[in-house]
């Protein structure tokens, strides 16, 4: 008998401890609170899905929620399209509007993969949705996403790291579990997940690669890890899992790149970026001669002054891009010649081109109570997520670009 009572006691304990957690007078007064665990995983293609690599994936569309596409935001780079995503804003709007760009006034450099330069949070406009979270009394716990690392408006969020490459998508997954598993005083309701194992296999080896498959089947192992954590402390039928990627990826060719130094002299313009979206700035005295060398067609590459830049593309007017920018036809990449002839890296697989370009598509799967079940949308724009992330959480959204309109076919 003693036995049996210590037995139940722990049973409780137990209990307890696995399914406290805060409720929502507003939205929904009689039910907990889902988990919100919104994924990323960088440079997932739609077609990927079709690779047979991602078991879990697969399952969780079938269970939920699965868009034909998701457009992501232009240009189709990285941290722009991150920071759109839990902002709701164009990069236009958000003020990140591209991997590498100037600060016209300071003359101060965002380089996205230097963590001094990207700490300095006046680069960061609009506001994360983990800060939304924050101000209307949640707590939220971020995995490495672009911008959470950042004290933006003197905020982070309650739990995150400094992106560390070396960390495996299992041990991610392992250390968002151990977040789940703080006492609920710390429990975080909104939490953030990155896996970058996909676009570095793509970029070193292209998208059509074996490398790329490996990827695919490593991350869709690790969130089967995350569907196993949540399963065994009783929350998978508690959580919204919103699972996305940021762009796509194509094949570059050698036939199809254009060398800047051949269109226009360099010593007419500054460059700011090379690669798939170049930047220039006319020098003093060189502006009519660089627009008519640079504002001609061209084969693989087309360029605008940034205020005609195509308006379908909300590109254009912040004043962080420079006069000119030119675009490579997809597959194409923008460089010169002396960087080639030393040798300079360009990636076998490359995004930033066109955001209507079928290969440049997203991912878009959510799964959870949510959620309707066995549904397949049509594509929409990626700052839909930011609305649909401030519905789930039962939080007011800042102002934003989103639509939520466009997403709520997808709710039960």
Known sequence: MRLLRLLSILLLAACAGCASQPRTEAAAPATRRPLVILVSIDGFRPDYLQRGHTPTLAALAADGVRAKAMQPAFPTLTFPNHYTLVTGLYPDHHGIVNNRFTNPDTGAAFVFKDRYTTADPTWWGGEPIWITAQKQGLRTATMFWPGSDVAISGVRPDHWLYY??????????????????????????????????VDHASHSHGPP?????????????????????????GLYDDTDLVIVSDHGGATTSK?????????????????????????????????????????????????WRKSQVPARLHYGSNPRLPPILCLAAEGGIITEHAYENQGGHTSVGEHGYDNIDPKMQALFIARGPDFRRGLVVPGFPNVDVYPLLAHLLRIQPAPNDGDFAAVAPLLR
Request: net charge negative.
């Open 164 to 197: 560390d490459g070396s960390m495996s998508s299992s041990e991610r997954v392992d250390h968002l579990l151990h977040w789940i598993d703080l006492p609920a005083a710390q429990r975080a309701q909104f939490y953030t997940l990155y896996f970058d194992a």
């Open 255 to 303: 036939a199809l790149r254009t060398y800047l130094d051949d269109v226009v002299p360099l010593a007419d313009i500054k460059v700011g970026n090379y690669g798939v979206l170049a930047t220039v700035t006319p020098l003093p005295g060189k502006q009519a001669s660089v627009e008519q060398a640079l504002l001609k067609p061209h084969p693989h590459m087309t360029c």
């Open 209 to 233: 690669s074996p490398q790329v498959d490996a990827a695919l089947a490593e991350v869709d192992d690790a969130l089967g890890r995350l569907v196993a954590g949540l399963r065994a402390r």
